[in-house]
């Protein structure tokens, strides 16, 4: 007998699981449309010149070990609320915004999460948009959180459904948090446009619903970084609300495995700012004692000094650049490639991901999987590309070598 009786077997996450799977592969023609990281043309990991030289700065610099303080690098925090916000909010907000350094976008949820349940006598309900970043559900529902999926997207138009939207918030429990993508919506690549943002904001003000924003693509996913955070700037400025901000470095920095982040929390009052900001230095103590050091001197040094931040943005635009082209140039081969179905939602959507509305079946066919629905099917040609179940694919795997072979092979496989 053992007290790990109860253990269940949870299957490996997805889309990790699926790099696993594009790595066995060992066909020359495979393509990787899973993970949501950034490839160059050539399909290689890139470092952004910003990062280099930030990194080499450090370097001259002579780094020591030290550990930072529990709540983070300060200058790396306040970097960053006056990115995210802009100079003038950030600077009428003052101390009325509690900040803490975080392990990435992930971890600024989970601390997000963390302080909402240590603040409320039982956790309030989480609204949650389906479809979502599948680790929405894990994080709230492992801190106990009731988790409410409701619909974002129509998959019979392709389109976002802008009046389930609607009428959720006009329903939903006062004092809820509901989770707002920023920008860039994973996995539909789809945004309410700025009409859409300000209902939302004054539904959600009427019932006094907390916006949780995953801020996980700003800059990345137009090029503008003020563009991008538009929504955060509109709820915490214009509308005065109370929020929280949950910023990653990961795609926009291409500082993946460093885990850079920052929760920003807006306060209604200074007086609750000092108390967030003194719980969240406990939350975090108990967390993970302080967070890692060399990805937020990284990021600060690239914040913090007038060349590197103009490097950094224009590192931005290639990134989004790259990626709008080869959204164009898959929707084009689709289209002259006659591919069955309608393909102009691939270009209405932005962002990392393109959702491109594919069966099951087809993503796995796609994938080379053998089943027995496809066993006769495979003998006549068997594909090599990878992407998430529900048929999101990342598109900065894509370039100028492979984006012909996935649509040629999207249009086989429909036929
Ligand atoms: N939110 C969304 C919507 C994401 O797509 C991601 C990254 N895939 C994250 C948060 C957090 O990622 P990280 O923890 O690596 O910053």
């Known amino acids: 007998e053992s007290r790990f009786d109860q253990a269940r077997f949870i299957p490996a996450d997805a889309i990790f699981a699926l790099t696993a799977q594009y790595q066995e592969d060992l066909s020359p023609q495979k393509v990787n449309l899973g993970q949501g990281t950034y490839r160059d043309a050539d399909g290689r990991p890139w470092v952004l010149p910003s990062v280099k030289k930030a990194r080499e700065s450090l370097f001259e610099q002579g780094l020591n070990h030290e550990y930072l303080p529990i709540v983070g690098l300060l200058k790396f925090q306040q970097a960053t609320a006056r990115l995210v916000l802009g100079a003038e909010l950030s600077a009428e907000l003052g101390i009325k915004v509690a900040t803490c350094q975080s392990l990435s976008g992930t971890g600024a949820l989970h601390l997000a999460g963390l302080l909402l349940r240590a603040c409320q006598k039982s956790p309030p309900k ?18 106990g959180f009731p988790c409410e999926s409701f619909k974002y ?10 009046e389930s939207y609607y009428s959720t918030l006009e329903r939903a429990e006062p004092n809820s948090v509901v989770i707002l993508h920023a920008c860039a919506h994973n996995p539909t690549g789809l945004d309410p446009s700025e009409e859409h943002w300000r209902q939302i904001a004054h539904l959600m003000k009427a019932r006094n619903l907390f916006p949780l924003f995953d801020a996980a693509y700003l800059g990345f996913n137009s090029g503008n970084l003020d563009e991008d955070a538009f929504a955060i700037r509109l709820f915490i400025g214009e509308m005065n ?3 929280g901000i949950c910023v990653s470095f990961a795609k926009n920095m291409g500082l993946y495995g460093e885990r850079v982040g920052c929760f920003l929390l807006a306060n209604k009052s200074k007086q609750i700012a000092v108390n967030t900001q003194s719980m969240l230095e406990m939350l975090q103590r108990s967390e993970v004692s302080n967070p890692p050091a060399f990805g937020a001197r990284i990021a600060s040094q690239i914040l913090g000094r007038d060349d590197l931040k103009k490097m950094w943005y224009a590192d931005m635009i290639t990134m989004s650049d790259r990626i709008r082209s080869m959204r164009n140039a898959l929707y084009d081969h689709l289209v002259s490639l006659g591919a069955p179905g309608a393909w102009e939602h691939l270009i209405r959507q932005s962002g990392m991901f393109g959702f491109l ?7 796995l066919r796609l994938r080379g999987l053998s089943s027995i629905i496809i066993l006769t099917w495979r003998v006549k040609e068997k594909y090599h590309i990878y992407m998430a179940d529900n048929s999101r694919i990342s598109i900065a795997g894509l370039n100028e070598g492979n984006v012909e072979y996935v649509a040629r092979s999207i249009a086989q496989c429909l036929q």
């Open 126 to 143: 989480v609204y949650i948009p389906e479809p979502t970043w599948s680790n929405h559900h894990q994080v709230f529902g492992s801190l």
């Open 153 to 162: 997207y129509d998959h019979e138009r392709n389109d976002m459904d802008i």
């Open 241 to 243: 609300m109370e929020a």
């Open 357 to 363: 509305g594919l069966s099951l079946e087809i993503v």
